[in-house]
């Protein structure tokens, strides 16, 4: 299967279903999808894990869509979405697989290798919330990767994406 992750108006599609990040030179999953929404009318829901902090340094793990380990997070699912927010009611992950009428409506360049590659899935990502020790926010049109940010980036790789202290990398 491919997946088209999207972080504001950023998307990369890759052959795997996970996302991990780099942190003390060790490589660790950050989210993992489990299971995606079809529309067929068959009983589905996207699911997955997940492993994070929020900026306080709280954790949040979710295994099969279900709070593992929580402090004060209120985590809402529905078949297509999980949404963590924090004890100040702010977003820290939203997770959202977007339907084909949806991710039609996104920007040309993210339309064109959705397009070109086909991903079996377009799951949006956002929020504000730790990677070990990088910070990642990611609001509608941007990612911030610590002191970096980038926009508009349309990318398709061959292996897993990857956050690093450099940056975005494909292994």
Known sequence: MKYAFLFGSNVFIVPTNV???????????????????HNNGAESELTIDTDLKDLEGRGLRIHDNEVVASFGYKVSRTPDRILAKGLNNSTVLDIQQLDSESA???????????????????????G??????????????KLFIGQESY?????????????????????
């Open 19 to 37: 996302i991990s990040y780099v942190d003390n030179d060790q490589t660790n999953e950050f989210l993992k999808i489990k299971s995606i929404r």
């Open 104 to 126: 039609a409506q996104l920007e040309h360049n993210i339309i064109a290798e959705l397009e070109a590659h086909e991903p079996d899935a377009v799951i949006r990502i956002s």
């Open 128 to 141: 504000d919330f730790m990677m070990g020790k990088m910070h990642v926010a990611v609001d509608d049109e």
């Open 151 to 171: 926009a508009s980036a349309a990318i398709a790789g061959d292996s897993n994406l990857k956050f690093t202290p450099r940056g975005l990398m494909f292994q």
